[in-house]
Each structure stands twice: as C-alpha cells, then as structure tokens.
T-cell receptor, first 110, second 112 residues
C-alpha cells in the first residue's frame, strides 16, 4: 500500500537555528515528490517538485533533497515568517493519485 | 488570474441537509480534484476529474457526488450531510502532463 510519512509532527526552532524535516515514502511508480507550505486557514502553496534520487531544489532558506526512500526539507537560518505546516506528497503513476503525508508544523520563535 | 476559487468559505449544515461546494479555476487546467483535510489525517482525495465530462473516485468518495460540465467548474455535492463530513475541503487543479497542483483557499464545513 502506498504510504507517505512525515516527521516530526511538530518542530519548534529559534530564529536562525537550522534543521530538517523528513518525508519517507513507499509509493509504487513514483512520479514526483512534492513539497507544499500551508499557512493557517489557507490552501497548500506549492514549493518544490523532485523527480529522481539525488535531485535538489532550493528557494530562499529552503532546500529539498530526494533519495530512493525519503526526502528532506532543509531550513537554513529560519525566520519567524517560515512558521507554517509543510506538507509532502507523492504522485503514484500506478494509481494516478497524489498521496499526502500528515505534515510537519514548524514554529520559529524570534 | 484568480487561480482556484472556492465558495463558500464557511458553512454550517444540519444532519441530512444537502449542499454544493463550488470550485472554479481560470487557468484552463484539465485536471481538478477535491480533498478533505482532517486533523491527524492529512489531505485525502475525494473525487477527481481529468477533463470535462470525466470524473472518478478517490480515496474517500462515499457521501459525495461530482460532475464536470465545463473545464472551469468542478462542484462537490453533499447529498445528505453527516457529522463525519465536518472537515475543511480543498479544491485543486493542474495542467495536463503536470502533477503540480494549485489549491483553492478551502471551505470549512461543520455538520451538526
């Protein structure tokens, strides 16, 4: 059964304290791993797509990486405005569906 | 571009009532989908459509109907609301050949 698991469930950081969020997956026919950011009361906002192991994408203080079993979202020197829930999702070519993890809620304190 | 729009933003229903959640997109996307988001459950796919006139079931389709008469609109109908359908509902769309989905702002539904 296809599954996407994110850890930790919640993460509290001090401003400037770098860390990583994990997304592990078992998905048949993976055709893309996606990272989204979701602010309270809003819809998910697309951040990155990764397609193959070894691929990396960067955007400001965020960097996403992908291996054959998991993806990491690295946050370097975070700021309070980075506080949000980060969602990981995998697209299965076998089912044609996007499978979401439960998310990691990040809080960055000034 | 307005992107993906959803109405209403909030709705309270009584058990047994019916209603339609509206979703529209102005990006000419072929693929549209409906998700529900519940605490600790993540986003779960309800129904999806790959084009006008074509719909299919997702992970949790029971109690919901959809239709796709135009490329722009993809309404979600609750036939007889139940408390278990209390949730936040998101509509999303993506272009053909792309799996990058754009999400609407959501509808928060409470069923009493």
């Amino acid at each position: 059964e296809d599954q996407v698991t994110q850890s930790p469930e919640a993460l509290r950081l001090q401003e400037g304290e770098s860390s990583s969020l994990n997304c592990s997956y078992t998905v048949s026919g993976l055709r893309g791993l996606f990272w989204y950011r979701q602010d309270p009361g809003k819809g998910p906002e697309f951040l990155f797509t990764l397609y193959s192991a070894g691929e990396e994408k960067e955007k400001e203080r965020l960097k996403a990486t992908l291996t054959k079993k998991e993806s990491f979202l690295h946050i370097t020197a975070p700021k309070p405005e980075d506080s949000a829930t980060y969602l990981c999702a995998c697209f299965s070519s076998n089912t044609g569906k996007l499978i979401f993890g439960q998310g990691t809620t990040l809080q960055v304190k000034p | 571009n307005a992107g993906v729009t959803q109405t209403p933003k909030f709705q309270v229903l009584k058990t047994g009532q019916s209603m339609t959640l509206q979703c529209a997109q102005d990006m000419n996307h072929e693929y549209m989908s409906w998700y529900r988001q519940d605490p600790g459950m993540g986003l779960r796919l309800i129904h999806y459509s790959v084009g006008a006139g074509i719909t299919d079931q997702g992970e949790v389709p029971n109690g919901y109907n959809v239709s796709r008469s135009t490329t722009e609109d993809f309404p979600l109908r609750l036939l007889s609301a139940a408390p278990s359908q209390t949730s936040v509902y998101f509509c999303a769309s993506s272009a053909y050949g792309s799996n990058e989905q754009f999400f609407g702002p959501g509808t928060r539904l409470t069923v009493l």
